[in-house]
């Protein structure tokens, strides 16, 4: 028997013990003995069932660059990974230190548009909108779980390859909910599609998630030249005779390896944990397997989420004169349902009453 498969039978328990506190929870917000808060503005829900890698953030980005268009929009998150607590306003003077990587990272992309973190999200909304009382809608990152508030559109993520369906609860799996849970959400959308997604394929993945009775939509990833660190202007064109050292942490880095490895001659992989706090120690080891590859044409490739963990680094990185690029990602929705799906919130919008 193999450590892995011993490891998961002895946490099996603990799942239970998990999961079985998880489903008492959600049972008493069910039927109100615990409250949920609503607001008279409309407030939108991105979050997943699962521990990351369901692709939260550039799904936010994307909902973000098109909701800010059309309505005075603001983006609450928890800020996980930072070493301060309460409500802020996160700033581009921010490190993630200060507010969590991905709000600083939607700040530097969004930075006309309100970012704020709070762990507390029923008390930190009413905070934000009495600080900017123009806001309109307010977008949450990663709330699916968080309870106390009680979206007016709830987003459900699931990645394509591993559905979540076909997971279990944390420690044993990944997952923080039963799959049950997804009748909570009002829209599904599944993530990180291969290219070619057939028409058969859609409705076997209707059939999976058991969303039959509800809008479910698939995406993928659009990867952008990658920019240097420093210097957007700057863009490394990739080849198959370039090495890359790929830097990443961040949740599930499968789709990204693959993608490189079409386009560059040879990938390593230098991985760390989701929202891994980078070290001098990790950015001098990164700059030995830099200097052992042998190939003239070599560069290192971060996420746009990994790069603003780096900025605090900024001196000692300067010092190492390592070619560091960042690769930018949108999402693009299959079976050209990008309209589709905008209509769809624009809708749930118009309808609204406070």
């Not at 490189?260 to 989701?274: G, Q």
């Not at 971060?302 to 790069?307: G, I, L, P, S, V």
């Not at 960042?326 to 749930?348: G, S, Y």
Request: net charge positive; aromatic share 12%; charged share 25%.
């Amino acid at each position: 028997m193999s450590e892995n498969k011993l490891a998961r039978i002895l946490l099996f328990p603990v799942s239970l013990l998990y999961g079985g506190l998880i489903a008492l929870r959600n049972v008493l917000y069910h039927y109100g003995i615990l409250k949920s808060v609503q607001f008279n503005i409309p407030v939108i829900s991105i979050g997943n069932l699962t521990v990351g890698g369901t692709g939260k953030t550039p799904h936010t980005a994307h909902l973000l660059r098109y909701l800010k268009s059309y309505i005075p929009v603001a983006t609450m998150s928890r800020g996980y990974g930072r070493k301060s607590r309460g409500f802020k306003i996160v700033h581009t003077r921010h490190t993630a230190d200060d507010v969590g990587d991905e709000p600083l990272l939607l700040k530097y992309k969004f930075p006309d548009v309100i970012v704020s973190v709070s762990e507390d999200r029923a008390t930190g909304v009413p905070k934000l909108l009495g600080m900017a009382p123009s806001i309109q809608a307010v977008l949450l990152d990663d709330a699916f779980q968080h309870r106390s508030v009680d979206p007016y559109i709830n987003i459900l993520l699931s990645c394509y390859d591993t559905p979540y369906t076909k997971d279990w609860m944390v420690p044993t799996g990944r997952l923080r909910e039963w799959p049950a849970a997804h009748r909570r959400a009002d829209v599904i959308i599944v993530t990180k599609c291969p290219d070619k997604v057939t028409e058969e394929d859609r409705q076997r993945m209707k059939v999976e998630l058991k969303v039959e009775d509800r809008p479910i939509f698939f995406t993928k990833y659009v990867y952008v030249r990658p920019y240097f660190l420093w210097d957007n202007k700057y863009r490394l064109e990739f080849n198959t005779e370039t090495q890359i050292i790929l830097l990443s942490g961040i949740a599930g880095t499968d789709y990204l390896l693959n993608y490189l490895a079409e386009k560059v001659k040879t990938v390593h992989n230098y991985a760390f944990r989701d929202h891994h706090d980078f070290t001098e120690r990790d950015i001098g080891q990164l700059e030995l397997m830099y200097n052992d590859l042998a190939d003239e044409k070599k560069a290192i490739i971060c996420t746009e989420k990994d790069a603003v963990r780096l900025l605090k680094h900024r001196k000692y990185l300067v010092e190492k004169k390592l070619p560091i690029f960042v690769l930018p990602v949108d999402v693009k929705f299959l079976f050209n349902e990008e309209e589709a799906f905008t209509q769809f919130i624009t809708n749930r919008l118009l309808e609204f009453k406070s």
